[in-house]
């Protein structure tokens, strides 16, 4: 934000806004500094962005593989099955996969094999609409939105 004022030709933030950031400062409910923004509750707070988005979760992934064959045939079976919960703490994340495979190869003559190759997979994700604009712009924003207009947003209206 302080690059973008000082690419417009508009003084940036100065030096005290950003030492009041690293100290976690409370808001200046006068009126602060900037037109009320420092006045806007969590201003100068730091949030863990990793924190309020993802949650611990738990994955299950399971394989299973038979293989055997003798002098003139080889074959392979193999399932699994895979569950995530999702790590997004807000919003339906989950998947859940299962597999099933087949090799099948079969000699004839020295000269001519038949070999199958067979596969067949069933997945199933759901994620939260527009994950990526979510998470692009949540890091942009403050942690919680006020419940009432403040007194100085009239403020905030363009300067002519």
């Given amino acids: 934000m302080d690059e973008g004022l000082r690419n417009a030709g508009i003084n940036g933030f100065p030096q005290e806004v950003f030492d009041k950031i690293r100290a976690n400062a409370a808001p200046e409910l006068d009126g602060g500094w900037n037109y009320g923004i420092t006045s806007y509750p969590g201003f100068y707070g730091y949030t863990d962005w990793n924190k309020e988005i993802y949650k611990n979760s738990t994955q299950q992934l399971h394989n299973l593989s038979i293989s055997g064959g003798g ?41 001519f094999n038949f070999e199958t190759r067979t596969s067949f997979e069933n997945k199933s994700t759901t994620t939260p609409t527009m994950l990526g604009n979510a998470l692009t712009n949540v890091t942009r924003q403050f942690p919680y939105q006020l419940d009432a207009q403040p007194k100085w947003a009239v403020l905030w209206l363009p300067r002519v």
């Fill in 71 to 111: 002098e003139n045939n080889n074959y392979v079976v193999s399932m699994g099955y895979n569950k995530d919960e999702g790590s997004l703490r807000f919003g339906e994340n989950n998947s859940e996969r299962y597999n099933l495979r087949l090799n099948y190869d079969f000699r004839l003559t020295p000269k």
